[in-house]
């Protein structure tokens, strides 16, 4: 199984109150190019992307309070990789986190992105080249993200992960087609004010072999540190490129990491589980669909009791009567600005709501992002 890298990051969040989180579900079209998958207009992809990174440069309104940035796996042209963290570094807030997946690439040139970035990937340049030692695998393509913290300071720190899940390619007998598996999780520590977050890629959250799994690490990994520091796992981000976005092996993770039907594991109980899909528009050389990408979800514990909710863009509901509270968007090329609900149980002497969506926005091609009708601004998930 995959290791669990903890690393320290400077995020000096402001104590007690809730942060902010926008998801940007994008439309991806990938196709085959040789043994790998690639953006089929990168350049058109990359006005939207930048329109994104502006928007969030400004910070005009409620925007310059954001603290995580989600991008679907797969969707940034690699050409644009340093365009995206110069902006990153020149223009974004300190204290932000900003997540994003990149066109496939061949192990040797993520073996470079590692060594390149060695200050911050270390371990995982490690663990890459004892995999390197044990045969040919330079030309395996690899499905990779970056994790890009702009700290308290504002210095940019850059952590790229691989995933760990088995390629669909790996139905085929040529080895060429084997997706690179990747061997490590970053676990961040964010300090001064003790909120620790994960970021993985979409199958990575499902993955399992016959005696673990990707979760049931991420449970005791959570545990122990609550166990010997009193700190838990207080968000998981899985940024997604999913045709099968509410398949049913989705809900059955989700009722075990929150259900604690097995065990206790106080290490997870107040974690928020957040899915950033791309859009419907998304097209993949191979996969047939209708309709079938987007519905981004952010899940929290069913002990906040979350009244089921019914608007245009957005619902909520318990995910088919799972032990949890699910706020369910939309298909569509959007964007979705919320808060990350503070990590304490429901309090009943208040009338707190956990989730409330600030703005959706959407796309059009002579204004960029704009937002979706009349008082789309702070509508609320009510609890009971």
């Given amino acids: 199984m995959v290791k669990i890298i903890e690393k320290h990051v400077h995020l000096d969040f402001a ?48 925007m310059k309070r954001l603290h995580f940035l989600m991008f679907p796996e797969s969707s940034i042209p690699l050409s644009r990789f340093d ?4 902006t990153i570094e020149g223009d974004f807030r300190c204290n932000t986190v900003t997540m994003f997946g990149l066109e496939q ?31 040919d695998i330079l030309g395996m393509p690899v499905n990779w993200c970056c994790i890009a913290v702009k700290e308290a300071s504002g210095k940019l720190r850059v952590f790229l992960e691989a995933k760990t899940h088995p390629f669909r390619g790996e139905e085929f007998l040529d080895k060429d087609h084997d997706l690179y598996r990747g061997r490590h999780f970053y676990f961040f520590r964010g300090e001064p004010a003790c909120f ?9 959250y499902l993955y399992r072999d016959l005696y673990s799994s990707n979760i049931k690490q991420i449970i005791d990994h959570a545990n122990r540190l609550f166990f010997t520091m009193r700190q838990s796992l207080d968000a998981i981000f899985v940024i997604q490129c999913n045709p099968k976005p509410e398949h049913r092996s989705y809900r059955d993770v989700l009722s075990g990491f929150y259900g604690e039907y097995l065990e206790d594991t106080p290490g997870v109980r107040e974690t928020v589980t957040i899915f950033g899909n791309c859009s419907d528009e998304s097209e993949i050389e191979g996969v047939t669909c209708d309709s079938c990408y987007g519905k981004s979800l952010v899940v929290i514990s069913g002990k906040h009791k979350m009244l089921q909710y019914q608007e245009r863009e957005f619902s909520s509901d318990d995910f088919n009567g799972a032990p ?4 369910r968007f939309g298909s569509g090329t959007r964007l979705f600005y919320f808060n990350l609900p503070l990590h304490h149980e429901l309090d009943p002497r208040t009338s707190r709501v956990p989730l409330k969506v600030h703005s959706v926005l959407r796309f059009t091609d002579d204004a960029g992002w704009v937002k979706v009708g009349d008082g789309d601004g702070a509508r609320m998930m009510q609890e009971e």
């Avoid at 620790?196 to 990575?204: E, Q, R, S």
């Fill in 15 to 62: 104590l007690g109150h809730h942060l902010h989180c926008l998801i940007a579900q994008i439309p991806n079209r990938l196709e085959r190019r040789g043994h790998l998958f690639s953006l089929c207009n990168p350049e058109e992809q990359w006005v939207m992307v930048q329109g994104i990174l502006d928007l969030v440069a400004a910070g005009e309104g409620n």
């Fill in 83 to 86: 365009q995206v963290l110069s």
């Fill in 105 to 135: 690439i061949p192990l040797e040139e993520y073996r470079r992105m590692l060594i390149r970035f060695h200050a911050d990937n270390a371990e995982a340049l490690q663990l890459l080249e004892q995999d390197v030692d044990s045969g």
């Fill in 196 to 204: 620790n977050f994960m970021a993985i890629i979409c199958l990575d």
């Fill in 324 to 327: 949890v509270c699910r706020l």
